[in-house]
């Protein structure tokens, strides 16, 4: 076993040290291609660091309390009226949320048709599908937090769907709301999961994310294709000695690399000037819709009347969808399913937790329906034609349930046509 | 022009000191807001002054004002207000009727009835607040206007 | 992408990310609030020790300490009134930088002084009230259209103009509201329309029945009249207060047989005594109506011209007369005059002692007054049985009646009708946020979806918001007939009705004079007092132990505050003694006895506060002197520390010269009883809670010295000037 040993040029040493835990020597020209991947994956990662930078600035302000005139929504209004920047910050915040909630189902999209999730990045493909929970989770929490009409009421509802879950929907409903309704409780629940437990969970999953990516060699590229055995731990190319599996070693700090010097460039400045602009462009773009589409703030919270229409944030419209149809004969089955005398399996069961559960689980089981990898690295191959289309259509399914839900559904969900 | 030639600069160079400098006031410029945005926007949003009773609610002697924190001191008709707080880290004194002076709980600073230091570690007396009358006739205490101590009493 | 492009494009970007910074910097040091401060503080740069000096409220002398440093070159700051016990941050005064003191002359928004002296410290302190409490709006915002309650939704709207009066009643208990004319106005109208017959208004104003009885109203007039009353009211006698109820031409019909086919046995027992009387009976009973009677203070007639406008602001105590005698039948006046309470109970007509030829000549008079209607005179109607109307016609009126809620304003009389209240309650309506009113299908611009407009509209056409669900619940709502300043004063009142509360430290409770103190009087006194004052009605007009109307002043105390010599002569034969008063004391006719025990008993009424034990007011040679500097306060308003009180002379006067707001002092010695009068002076709206005499806060010696000089025979001329005697 081989150990780091400390060098005397210390804070040199640990700064190449934490470079180079996430960054290769050198990486593949092709990988630098804007089309390889689109950058969606540092483009997530940069919305990532400009939330967690607002958020920590909100926290100055923000008091997870129901308090009408000292709490969340009264540090809302003064964000918005009396704190310098509050309204930017707070709407670079929203922004850059709802920006990573489309760039990660994208990142999953190109991943996907790429065929980036077959071995060996079967284990980063789970990663990556937590971490898209967390994000929806993350944003799910965070939109309770302003205590307004809107958050209150998604709340309900969720919590709501929450509970049709059979056998766990109960206690995780009042797990959740720390009651029977939404209150005081829920906010500092929603407050703690939302700055903290659900971040640190991120920060886990994104690091051990981002590390796969290299101990995975890289970039999925076309040139693993037909290796029988899979790319070293070690640099995108090395080959791994037989039997290592997916265990990190790296006999010494900066493993030298395989790749041959004409087909790959130095990271150092290629990837990182990229890592920069995107991470610039991300900041531009998102100060810049903060700059000319303010945050919106409804009514405060009141559990005695719900908002018309009360429409969740646009990412889970499709969710609230899928609750609003008629599943016809099944709404009639009771849970347990032998017991007539059972709470009744309504629409928030089949559309909200069944379909949603299903749609995750083939999502995971994947990389695992099909032995031998197929097309790495290239969008839409052959090979995994059928799949890709499944997964089109089931993405631009959602895309037209969403749709639905956002511009054709009217006051009491009622669907109308407003132009 | 007895300086050195200056270096040419590379058109990389430049544009490397271009990209860091930009990103470095950018970065500035954000640290800067960040640091505005943390800065209280209404550092001072109470009134200084206090309202407080009609001067018969106050008895002969010492009386803690908690909402001001002011000590109202009673002789006759005469009134007059020390502030309470501590003029070393700002503790509230409390009244030591028995030996008729203000002892600071926090460490240990003892002042006179009048507010003058008798011991240590504060270094200045606790000022006395201007003290009048409202329309209603009821005490008023600025608390940011400290007075001279013989400009203390006020009869009523 | 060699690496040149990669260093322009960061760097470009890096210039991107800079250029966004820099527009949200500007933004922000750009803002409406900031450039008012910066107006503020050079406006108010000169003499400003001289104006810290003057400034008479913390908040005042908070401004212009803050005015001073902005001058002196700080960053213009936010400022708040927090108000935590009304739980309200108020950050309105950011932008209105004077609305304490006047600080600016001749001032516009936003640097106008807060109109009229709401805020005195002594009434409304702002440290202690805020802004929203009275105002609405978003009192958190700091950019205008915000802070109005123009673009957040679940603010309310700011409120201003009289609008800002429906804030009143949420501290105030007290009736009418001092300094709440439109509230006041809005109530009055309320209760007198009937609103409450209808809606639920809360507490308040429990329900009332303003109109007439229904019963036996085949006794009192004609199906022809009734007809064309039920048709359209207001064609008929215009000022009436009836409104106008949508009922088809076979509904009214219907509804006509009903309330004819209901007589009186009493009325037409009266029979034909009146029928035919002479020429003259007429013109001496109008000659009655006009002088003793004083009917024209509260009636209006043909001919008979009240002299001012209404005693309450657009409120008429009691009907038009003309036409009178094309409605009622002869025998029905003679029964009203003889007994007003069993016929018209909720009205307050007084009752006449008149008796023969007087009572016959006013019912001569009565019965005279014709209209162009060219109506069947209505004279004795024998009940016809041929002509009873069938048992469906009666139960098709029956219908009619219950379902225009004609129960809510009438006693019908008919054990059959429901008194259910038939329109929605309206106790929290002033709590409707603007997406709770439904529009229906009336088109209104988006700007104008709030509760004021909606008020307003429905009360100028009640039918207007009627959609498709009318069919099954048609709107029943008549249609009242407000003027402008009416529908705002009415629409004040529902505004203020709110289940929103304050802490009860706000409250002003509703004075708690009268009812504490008559009491104490003894059980005797209400006792001999009570068969009189409900003969003769008095306690219509005059309230006592809180209970009465308050056309007139309260009788309580009377006995300490009036002589009894002059109260006796005043009954007799009553003259006016406030100026510009609307409705005189009309003469009785009580006889010897009866106004022997009036005395009595009123002088057993007494106010413990009026205490017998003040120093004799005149008589002694001490008191000249105390006179002499009474005379001096009550013409210069200088008290005796040297400050300006008022000016006594500005309303009153002793002798001459002087005001004629208030009423004229000379003869006041005769009047008044000098305990009395120093008590009244002291006390002010504490010993009359409802005066329009402001109070001056007096001292005990300046009340004194006062009272001594209008018991005085000192002439008022100012000294020196030598004014005629």
């Known amino acids: 076993m081989n150990t780091i040993t400390p060098t005397p040029d210390r804070p040199r040493s640990a700064y190449r040290n934490f470079y180079h835990h996430l960054h290769p020597l050198r990486i593949r020209r092709d990988s630098l291609r804007p089309a390889a991947t689109f950058g969606l994956g540092l483009i997530a990662v940069s919305l990532v660091i400009i939330i967690v930078l607002t958020g920590l600035l909100l926290m100055f302000h923000y008091v997870p309390s129901t308090d009408p005139t000292a709490g969340a929504y009264a540090s809302m209004q003064d964000l918005r009226w009396i704190v310098p920047f509050g309204r930017l910050v707070r709407a670079m915040h929203r922004w850059a949320a709802h920006f990573l909630v489309l760039v990660v189902v994208l990142h999953l999209a190109s991943v996907f048709l790429r065929g980036a999730f077959q071995v060996p990045r079967r284990t980063n493909w789970l990663c990556g599908l937590g971490l898209l929970l967390l994000v929806l989770a993350e944003s799910f929490t965070g939109y309770l937090l302003p205590w307004d009409q809107l958050a209150y009421w998604a709340t309900v509802v969720a919590s709501n769907i929450a509970g049709a879950v059979p056998l766990l929907g109960g206690w995780l409903r009042q797990v959740l709301l720390g009651g029977s309704d939404v209150s005081q409780v829920t906010l500092v629940r929603f407050y703690a999961l939302h700055v903290f437990a659900l971040p640190l969970l991120m920060f886990i999953l994104l690091a051990i994310h981002l590390w796969r990516v290299r101990i995975d060699g890289g970039l999925a590229h076309r040139s693993e294709n037909g290796v029988s055995v899979y790319p070293s731990p070690l640099g995108e190319g090395a080959a791994p000695a037989a039997g290592e599996g997916l265990r990190p070693r790296t006999p010494e700090p900066h493993p030298p690399t395989r790749l041959s010097e004409d087909s790959s460039l130095p990271t150092w400045p290629h990837l990182v000037l990229r890592e920069a602009a995107i991470f610039l462009a991300c900041l531009a773009v998102v100060a810049a819709a903060a700059l000319f589409f303010d945050a919106p703030l409804g009514e405060p919270a009141n559990p005695a009347h719900a908002p018309e229409p009360a429409k969740a944030a646009w990412y889970f419209l499709g969710l609230q969808e899928l609750v609003s149809y008629d599943y016809g004969p099944l709404s009639r089955l009771h849970w347990p399913p032998w017991n007539s005398a059972g709470p009744v399996l309504g629409p928030e069961f089949w559309g909200g937790v069944l379909l949603p559960f299903l749609l995750f689980t083939a999502l995971c089981a994947v990389p695992y329906l099909r032995a031998k990898p197929c097309g790495i690295g290239i969008y839409f191959a052959l090979g995994r034609r059928w799949s890709c289309i499944i997964f089109l259509a089931a993405l631009l399914t959602i895309a037209a349930l969403t749709f639905v839900g956002y511009f054709l559904r009217g006051p009491n969900w009622i669907l109308t046509w407003t132009w | ?156 | ?725």
């Open chain 3, 1 to 725: 992408m060699n690496l040149d492009r990669l260093y322009s494009l960061v760097a470009a970007l890096s210039l991107t990310v800079l250029a966004v910074l820099l527009a949200a910097l500007w933004t922000e040091s750009d803002q409406p609030w900031q450039w008012y401060q910066k107006e503020f503080a050079a406006r108010t740069a000169a003499d400003r020790p001289a104006r810290l000096a003057a400034a008479s409220t913390p908040m005042a002398r908070r401004q212009l300490f803050d005015a001073i440093e902005l001058a002196d070159g700080r960053q213009p700051a936010l400022r708040e009134i927090a108000v935590p016990q009304l739980g309200e941050v108020s950050r309105c005064v950011t932008c209105h930088v004077a609305v304490t003191e006047p600080l600016v002359a001749r001032a516009e928004f936003p640097f106008k002084k807060h109109p009229e002296s709401y805020l005195d410290p002594r009434w409304h302190p702002v440290e202690r009230y805020g802004c929203l409490i009275c105002h609405g709006g978003e009192g958190r915002a700091t950019d205008a259209d915000a802070a109005h309650g123009l673009e957040v939704r679940g603010a309310t709207p700011r409120r201003s103009g009289e609008y800002v009066q429906a804030a009143c009643s949420r501290c105030h208990r007290e009736r009418p509201i001092v300094a709440a004319p439109a509230w006041n106005l809005g109530r009055a109208l309320v209760a007198e329309n009937g609103c409450s017959g209808c809606h639920d208004l809360g507490p308040d104003l429990p329900g009332a029945l303003t109109g007439p009885p229904l019963s036996g109203l085949g006794s009192k007039t004609t199906a022809a009249w009734l007809t064309e009353w039920l048709r359209d009211p207001a064609a008929v006698r215009p000022d009436t207060r009836m409104p106008r109820t949508p009922l088809a031409a076979e509904e009214i019909k219907s509804l006509v047989a009903l309330l004819s086919n209901s007589r009186e046995r009493q009325v037409d027992a009266l029979g034909d005594e009146f029928t035919s009387l002479p020429v003259d009976f007429a013109r001496r009973g109008r000659t009655l109506a006009q002088q003793d009677l004083a009917c024209a203070d509260c009636h209006d007639f043909p001919g008979l011209q009240r002299p001012g406008g209404y005693p309450i602001p657009g409120r008429r105590l009691a009907l038009n007369l003309a036409g009178a005698g094309d409605k009622l039948t002869p025998a029905w006046i003679a029964a009203l005059l003889d007994d007003p309470a069993r016929r018209l109970p909720t009205a307050e007509m007084p009752r006449y002692g008149l008796a023969g030829d007087d009572r016959r000549a006013l019912i001569a008079f009565l019965a005279g007054l014709r209209s162009s209607l060219k109506l069947p005179p209505p004279g004795r109607q024998p009940a016809d049985p041929a002509m009873a109307p069938n048992d469906a016609e009666l139960r098709k009126g029956r219908d009619v009646l219950a379902r225009q809620g004609c129960p809510s304003c009438h006693i019908t009389g008919d054990p059959t009708s429901s008194e259910l209240r038939i329109g929605p309650s309206l106790a929290t309506v002033g709590d409707l946020q603007p997406w709770q009113i439904d529009w229906g299908s009336a088109t209104v611009s988006p700007g104008d979806r709030h509760l004021i407009t909606y008020f307003l509209r429905k009360l100028q056409r009640p039918r207007q918001f009627h959609d498709d669900l009318g069919a099954v619940n048609p709107l029943r709502m008549p249609t009242f007939r407000f003027s402008g300043p009416q529908s705002r004063a009415v629409a004040t009142y529902l505004l203020s009705r709110s289940v929103r509360t304050v802490p009860d430290e706000y409250l002003v409770p509703r004075s708690a004079g009268p009812t504490a103190f008559v009491s104490s009087v003894g059980e005797s006194v209400p006792g001999r007092l009570a068969p009189l004052l409900s003969r003769y009605r008095c306690t219509a007009c005059h309230a006592l132990a809180g209970q009465g109307g308050a056309i007139a002043p309260a009788l309580d105390g009377l006995g300490t505050k009036l002589r009894t010599d002059w109260l006796r002569d005043y009954l007799a034969a009553p003259s006016p003694i406030r100026p510009g008063i609307q409705v005189s004391m009309p003469r009785l006719f009580l006889a010897p006895a009866e106004l022997d025990a009036i005395m009595v008993a009123l002088n057993a009424v007494a106010d413990p506060r009026v205490s017998a034990d003040v120093p004799a007011i005149s008589g002694s040679n001490a008191m000249a002197t105390e006179a002499e500097l009474g005379r001096k306060l009550f013409l210069t308003g200088v008290g005796s520390d040297g400050e300006t009180v008022g000016v006594c002379a500005a309303c009153h006067r002793h002798g001459s010269p002087g005001g004629a707001a208030g009423p004229d002092l000379t003869h006041a010695a005769a009047r008044l009883q000098s305990e009395w009068v120093y008590a009244w002076l002291r006390l002010g709206h504490r010993l009359v809670p409802a005066t329009r005499m402001p109070s001056f806060n007096l001292s005990d010696t300046e009340a004194r010295r006062l009272a001594a000089f209008v018991f005085s025979d000192l002439p008022a001329k100012t000294p020196g000037q030598g004014g005629k005697p």
């Open chain 2, 1 to 156: 022009m007895t300086d050195p030639a200056p270096q040419p600069l590379s058109r990389r160079g430049f544009l490397q000191a271009a990209a860091v400098g930009l990103a470095a006031v950018a970065t500035g410029l954000a640290a800067f807001m960040a640091a505005r945005f943390i800065t209280p926007a209404l550092p001072h949003a109470q009134l200084s002054d206090f309202t407080l009773d009609l001067p018969a609610a106050y008895p002969e002697g010492q009386s803690f004002v908690p909402t001001a924190r002011i000590f109202i001191e009673r002789r006759g008709n005469r009134f007059r207000c020390l502030s309470a707080e501590c003029t070393h880290l700002g503790c509230i004194v409390a009244w030591n009727a028995p030996r008729r002076e203000f002892d600071c709980p926090c460490h240990g600073s003892v002042f006179t009835a009048d507010g003058a230091v008798l011991k240590g570690p504060a270094a200045r007396p606790l000022p006395v607040l201007r003290l009048t009358r409202d329309a209603g006739g009821r005490l008023l205490v600025q608390r940011r206007t400290s007075v001279a101590p013989d400009q203390a009493w006020i009869t009523i």
